[in-house]
DNA sequence: CATGAATGAGAATTCATTCAT
DNA sequence: TATGAATGAATTCTCATTCAT
């Protein structure tokens, strides 16, 4: 598991798990809006209804709701990732799994996902937020490792550069973050379907 | 023009605009590596040897450097695509030029393609950067007028979602800037060339 | 009515409104002793025993405190010179009363209206402080009519010009708060009843 | 001679007196008009057509600038006091002619004494600008003493107190320059005649 | 004489956080 | 659990002043 946070440290009070959840969802969503720094504790109590005080009942700081957040994100990630990368699948057909399980996450956490795209980065280099680092590793070493299958096998061309287009997945599939919101025109899996058509068989027509 | 900023308000004074220059470039740096909010005006100031108060001689604020390195962007970016749409070109060859152009683009203004990135969703609300907003409602309508012309005179697939398509392809092209740096290993160009192949012929191999 | 201000926009907090009295009357004194603008707030919150930031909490800034200062004093005023108008009296009664209430009212918001005195002139053009232009003109209304009133009626002298005679009453009074301590020799009406003496009989002896 | 400032220690270049005439005009005018404090010397110099640190040329401070206008003024109304004091007239005429000589300094100075009024309550307290407070025992000295000298000779009524009547006509005297303006309507002359007749024969008609 | 570019010492303000109630 | 009131550190910005050219 890449994040260590998730076996959390008795923050505040353990009660009312739903509570916490709720508070969380509203400060992934104000987080997602107006990015982290941006966010002020007072702006995402206003929007729970309590005063910025009362939050720290809940959560020790505003940095820990932003660690909870993303380690929430990643670990639900990471459990359906596994299991396509445990299926025995054939390249192309564990691309198309690991896409479509990306879009379900975005529909699941688009918010988590959004500041995960803005902030991860810089993140990346706060002792807190290692797990990140982590799983990125892991993401490239997954994607990279199947793309080069898929060469290997003569699934892929090979006339590509494979990191490019690793580079090229990834980001095309997370950043649909950006714009997409849950409950709208397409379902996940028709966003998946259109997607992996584009990549994979390119947008020109053929006869 | 969607930037309305580049009649700039006699600032501090006009000054040597080389100096500007170094001092924004500095400043677009600082702003793409750790957010505009993270970043405080000093840590801007000491990366260029100065202290804070002084830049306040070449700018009469910290937004206004932010205003002036999107502006100075978007206004370059716009002259470059006006003279692609401009000169007549069939869809697929349209399209091709203005990834090409992108990624010259992200070539030059790197850090203000990579604050844009990051900061442009939220800060179109503000009055001062509506700019942002006017300039995204262009950049659709060009990209998508020339898929549609595309799906209409046979070059692009039919099948395909056209707004999803733009979307897929907008984002594909600047979010590379997040990792792109000049001077790396691939020049601009090949990078277009490589993305174009991706995006126009697919990543599965055909005989 | 002059001050609009006196509907406040629910500031900080509405919260416990006999604190906000008491800092607003420590902000007054400070005010008026050194001038607003040489008053640092820092100043204002060492004399009410907190830290600078402390007292963003009851306000949102240094320039609302004055706000509410110069208002909450003007809405006083003029409910007190609005019952001496609303009287009925003659113009030589009306002027006494209106004389004396505005000793009254030096000696209840002495700080209060010796910033009005300082910093009036060159607030009324901020569009903050709007009201305190309104005031004026309502004031001077106030007191020019009960004057015209007095020459047609042959209470006061023909051969005076009406508009230097409204400004040396209005001076005369109100310049009266930079000396007046509350509490000292002479009590409000001790005050104003030398002063009418003075404007209305004038300081030469006769027999 | 109450201010010592008058000889001045070599400042800058002892230089073009008229230039520094002209740029104190200025500076006296725009501190009148938004208060010490308030005034940038940025905005003198702006006003004088230079940039900022050109000031430092002909002045060594902001402070001293305000030091010179306040003392000119001082110099130049104790002349004219002195001239008057020193002319052997009964209290009457002495008041007269006092207050006369006060409008004309008013027209002559009307920036300084605005400023003079405005702040010289607590510059007086700065080491700097002790002249001002002798300057301000001198003046009760010689107005408290024609009043009283007044009163014992029967030219003024004996039943008022004699210091509030001396700051009435004090007040009611420098209060004039916060509206006055040179070459308005009244001369100064004339403004001293109605002046004089209200505070002598007060404002009721008598037959 | 004047400019351009800085300095450096505050100033107001923001905000995460604490804590007694 | 939540509130109200504060803390204190950091942040942006201001401005008088300096000084080499």
Not at 47 to 57: C, I
Not at 60 to 82: C, H, P, Q, T, V
Not at 113 to 133: D, M, N
Request: glycine share 6%.
């Amino acid at each position: 598991m890449p994040n260590s946070n998730s076996d959390r440290k008795k923050t505040a009070v353990s009660a009312a798990p739903e509570r916490r959840e709720e508070l969380l969802a509203t400060a992934a969503e104000v987080f997602a809006a107006q990015g982290y720094r941006a966010t002020t504790v007072r702006r995402i109590a206003d929007e729970a209804g309590m005063l910025a005080g009362s939050l720290y009942y809940h959560f020790d700081s505003k940095e820990s709701m932003l660690d909870e957040i993303l380690s929430g994100f990643l670990n639900d990630l990471w459990a359906r990732y596994d299991a396509v990368l445990a299926a025995g699948l054939g390249p192309r057909e564990t691309i198309e799994a690991l896409v479509t399980e990306s879009f379900r996450e975005i529909d699941r956490h688009h918010a988590a996902v959004a500041i995960y795209q803005k902030e991860s980065k810089h993140l990346q280099t706060q002792p807190r937020f290692t797990y990140l680092a982590d799983s990125q590793v892991k993401f490239e070493k997954a994607w990279l490792g199947t793309l080069e299958r898929g060469v290997a096998e003569g699934a892929f061309r090979a006339d590509l550069d494979v990191r490019l287009t690793y580079r090229f997945l990834r980001d095309t599939v997370w950043v649909a973050a950006s714009w997409y919101r849950p409950g709208g025109q397409h379902s996940p899996e028709e966003i998946a379907r259109q997607y992996l058509s584009m990549v994979l068989e390119g947008i020109t027509l053929r006869e």
